[in-house]
């Protein structure tokens, strides 16, 4: 069969559909595995093409026998759209990734079957059932052993960025109400054998290498066996960790820092207790933020935070008090998110019951949305407020003493660069989605 798997066109994030092939997209694009993997897990004999969108253009004209479509949440409405597009001209369809696991049956409606949950153990029966002309409607995916997972198929993606990305465990055990993640990949933390992770590596000519774990900071006796055996790989990476482990284990942030570690990803979350509590982020403590951040530095790896607005022990002081606070940690840079309840999460089952969710309508679930109706403030006052801590935090002079104190920590080594890189990313991203509203209003619609 003549296989085609499509992730669909983007006008949000670092990089958009309108940075296409820049050296911008190619510093800036965050790897990611989802089709590559797909591709990996189909068995021999036939033909597979990989197109993101954002870099190639769809020709709906060609014959496909089959096309499978990944789709997070924002994206489902486009990736719909080139399903029945697909459909119309009669080729089957295949939906697949977070948001058809979570909302099957509207995605079924655009769909001849869609995976729910992971593709390894279900898409080699898919393409059988497929070539039989027989497809069932739902393949329900189990969590996979991760001994079995393929290597992807990254020579199949056509645009090949600066860092690569890679996949040790999967799951988190944490399962914060606001995260899909828990949801999707199941609490159990499921580790790859070590030496299946050092041969990938081995076979990535990328330099910078990005952890697509929920967390590494999960299992440390795992992770510090992975970073003895990745060492002499000589790479540099990036990764999301949690910071009750990375605050207080310097022999862990040591092994790290030896096998290459440029700075860890944390979601902070809140400063406010109630908040974390609220979401139940067990891994943190707000008092013990600043300490752990100096811990982390003193070992010689930035720290890039997560932040998110609009909890319902959330009040408008939260923006001022976050900025404050904020603008005083040797931080490298920062994601201020507002609070979005994604379908399938908790928090979207909660507030759908409580009939607090103001719109179903996907393309707005960004983060730099207010998509429900927050508890102790209006809509505008999260949106107003969030843009408020985004302009203080992104200030050119926070910038420039951010920057400085990055390649501080690196001693000005060539990959510290990635860390100043980011605040330039996010500032563009900021003022494209939050500053430049009319401009993005302006935005054609998709082709
Ligand atoms: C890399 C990444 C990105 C990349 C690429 C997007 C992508 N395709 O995943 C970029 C930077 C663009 C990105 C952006 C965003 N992301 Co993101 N991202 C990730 C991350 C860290 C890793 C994804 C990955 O490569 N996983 C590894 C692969 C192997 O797993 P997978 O993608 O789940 O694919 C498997 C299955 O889902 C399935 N599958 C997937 N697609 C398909 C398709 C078919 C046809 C089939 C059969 C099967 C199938 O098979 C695969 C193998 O089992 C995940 C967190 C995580 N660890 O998964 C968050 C995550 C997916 N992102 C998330 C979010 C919130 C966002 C943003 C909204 C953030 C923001 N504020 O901008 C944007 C949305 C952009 C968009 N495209 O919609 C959420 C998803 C929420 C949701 N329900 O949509 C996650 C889960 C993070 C989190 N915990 O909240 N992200
Ligand atoms: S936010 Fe982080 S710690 Fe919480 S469930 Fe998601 S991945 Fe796990």
Known sequence: MKILLIFPRLEHGVTTYRDRNSAFAKLFSNPYLSLSQVAACTPPGHEIRIIDENHEKIDFDEPWDLVGITSLTMLAPRAYRIADEFRAKGVKVVLGG?????????????????????????????????????????????????????????????????????????????????????????????????????????????????????????????????????????????????????????????????????SWFVGFESINPSSLKEAHKVSNRAEDYERAIKVVRNQGMGIVGGFIFGFDNDTPEIFDTTLETVTGWDIDAAEFNILTPYPGTPIYYRYDEEGRILTKDWTKYTQAHVVYQPKNMTPKELLDGTKKVIRGFYSFEQMMKRMYGSLKVHKFAPYAFSLPGINVAMWRYYKREFFDADDREKIPPYS
């Open 98 to 262: 977070y948001h058809p696991t979570a909302m099957p049956e509207e995605a079924k409606e655009h769909a001849d079957a869609v995976v729910i949950g992971e593709a390894e153990e279900v898409w080699p029966q898919l393409i059988k059932d497929a070539e039989r002309g027989k497809l069932k409607p739902f393949y329900k995916g189990p969590h996979v052993d991760m001994s079995r997972v393929p290597f992807p198929k990254r020579e199949l993606m056509s645009f090949h960025p600066l860092t690569e990305g890679i996949q040790a465990t999967r799951g988190c055990p944490n399962a914060c109400e606001f995260c899909s993640t828990t949801v999707f990949l199941g609490r159990a933390l499921r580790r790859r054998p070590i030496e299946q992770v050092v041969e990938e590596l081995k076979q990535i000519p990328n330099k910078i290498i990005i952890f697509r774990d929920a967390s590494l900071t999960l299992n440390p006796a795992y992770s510090m066996e992975l970073f003895k055996a990745i060492k002499p790989l000589n790479k540099r990476w990036i990764a999301n960790g949690n910071i009750n482990l990375l605050g207080k284990n310097e022999k862990f942030l040591k092994a790290a820092r030896e096998a290459g570690c440029i």
